[in-house]
């Protein structure tokens, strides 16, 4: 009994000694690494903005050249300039975030601004497909009329005018379209007028179409013309209809109508008996 106390006081021996012996290692600090380079600020992220072009002609027909077109912009004190590449792509690198008026332009194309909010960040901005189209060109060179009596009633009239225009001769893939605003002042145009009427050409194969306006009983629009009394309207060459879109212009402030109007021509006729 006695031997096994010895030998398990000597076993608590041994482990208290090999416990008080244990010690935690603590390690001393070293000196601070380099500082590392400072990040870039949000105001200072930059991006691009990009984004494809397609060129319509005044004939309504898609024009395979979309290269060429320049697009610009202000970013600051600096101008920046791009050129599309032949698939109609550009791209406008380096912007900062903010507001940027991006305008467009090529020779024989009417030229569009549009505003666009960026917010630079790590990925470009797409602002899709933007269409440009041909400038008007057609010019009127004449027209003849004649107001006549309807042939439905016998108190309408009718205007007969056939329009001589320039360019080349109508089809269906080179179709022309006009305005025609009327009004009892001389000084009608297509912010002051009575009435307006939308025409367009058909496969005539000249340079020559005819509209037909019929106008009911005495009046145009409720004002009543009297016999002997001069009618002025002015027609325009104007966009095709499906194009007619807006782009708003911070420079003045003003709502733009987009594609832009091409050539006028004033006329007038006598109110018949």
Same mark, same amino acid.
């Given at each position: 009994?006695?031997?096994?106390?010895?030998?398990?006081?000597?076993?608590?021996?041994?482990?208290?000694?090999? !416990?008080?012996?244990?010690?935690?290692?603590?390690?001393?600090?070293?000196?601070?690494?380099? $500082?590392?380079?400072?990040?870039?600020?949000?105001?200072?992220?930059?991006?691009?903005?990009?984004?494809?072009?397609?060129?319509?002609?005044?004939?309504?027909?898609?024009?395979?050249?979309?290269?060429?077109? =320049?697009?610009?912009?202000?970013?600051?004190?600096?101008?920046? !300039?791009?050129?599309? #590449? +032949?698939?109609? +792509?550009?791209?406008?690198?380096?912007? +900062? @975030?903010?507001?940027?008026?991006?305008?467009?332009?090529?020779?024989?194309?009417?030229?569009?601004?549009?505003?666009?909010?960026? @917010?630079?960040? *790590?990925? #470009?901005?797409?602002?899709?497909?933007?269409?440009?189209?041909?400038?008007?060109?057609?010019?009127?060179?004449?027209?003849?009329?004649?107001?006549?009596?309807?042939?439905?009633?016998?108190? @309408?009239?009718?205007? /007969?005018?056939?329009?001589?225009?320039?360019?080349?001769?109508?089809?269906?893939?080179?179709?022309?379209?006009?305005?025609?605003?009327?009004?009892?002042?001389?000084?009608?145009? $297509?912010?002051?007028?009575?009435?307006?009427?939308?025409?367009?050409?058909?496969? =005539?194969?000249?340079?020559?179409?005819?509209?037909?306006?019929?106008?009911?009983?005495?009046?145009? *629009?409720?004002?009543?013309?009297?016999?002997?009394?001069?009618?002025?309207? +002015?027609?325009?060459?104007?966009?095709?209809?499906?194009?007619?879109?807006?782009?708003?212009?911070? *420079?003045?402030?003003?709502?733009?109508?987009?594609?832009?109007?091409? #050539?006028?021509?004033?006329?007038?006729?006598?109110?018949? /008996?």
């Amino acid at each position: 009994m006695s031997g096994n106390c010895s030998w398990i006081a000597c076993m608590i021996f041994v482990m208290t000694l090999a !416990s008080s012996c244990t010690k935690s290692a603590e390690g001393i600090t070293g000196p601070a690494g380099p $500082a590392g380079a400072a990040g870039r600020s949000v105001t200072d992220q930059r991006s691009a903005i990009t984004g494809y072009v397609v060129l319509a002609t005044q004939f309504t027909a898609t024009d395979s050249l979309t290269d060429s077109v =320049e697009v610009s912009t202000v970013m600051g004190d600096s101008a920046l !300039s791009v050129l599309t #590449d +032949k698939t109609g +792509k550009f791209v406008l690198p380096g912007l +900062k @975030s903010g507001t940027y008026r991006i305008m467009f332009r090529k020779a024989g194309y009417d030229s569009i601004a549009i505003n666009i909010e960026h @917010s630079a960040g *790590n990925a #470009d901005q797409f602002i899709n497909i933007l269409q440009i189209d041909g400038t008007l060109t057609t010019r009127i060179l004449s027209q003849d009329m004649q107001i006549l009596p309807s042939p439905f009633d016998l108190v @309408s009239k009718y205007l /007969n005018l056939n329009t001589l225009i320039s360019g080349p001769a109508i089809t269906n893939v080179t179709m022309r379209y006009m305005d025609i605003y009327f009004s009892s002042s001389p000084d009608v145009n $297509a912010h002051n007028y009575l009435y307006t009427f939308n025409t367009y050409t058909h496969n =005539e194969g000249t340079n020559t179409f005819n509209s037909q306006i019929f106008f009911a009983g005495t009046d145009i *629009n409720s004002t009543r013309f009297q016999p002997g009394d001069t009618v002025y309207m +002015k027609s325009y060459i104007v966009p095709p209809y499906s194009f007619d879109t807006s782009w708003f212009d911070t *420079n003045t402030y003003q709502t733009v109508s987009y594609p832009y109007t091409g #050539d006028s021509l004033s006329n007038y006729f006598i109110w018949p /008996n």
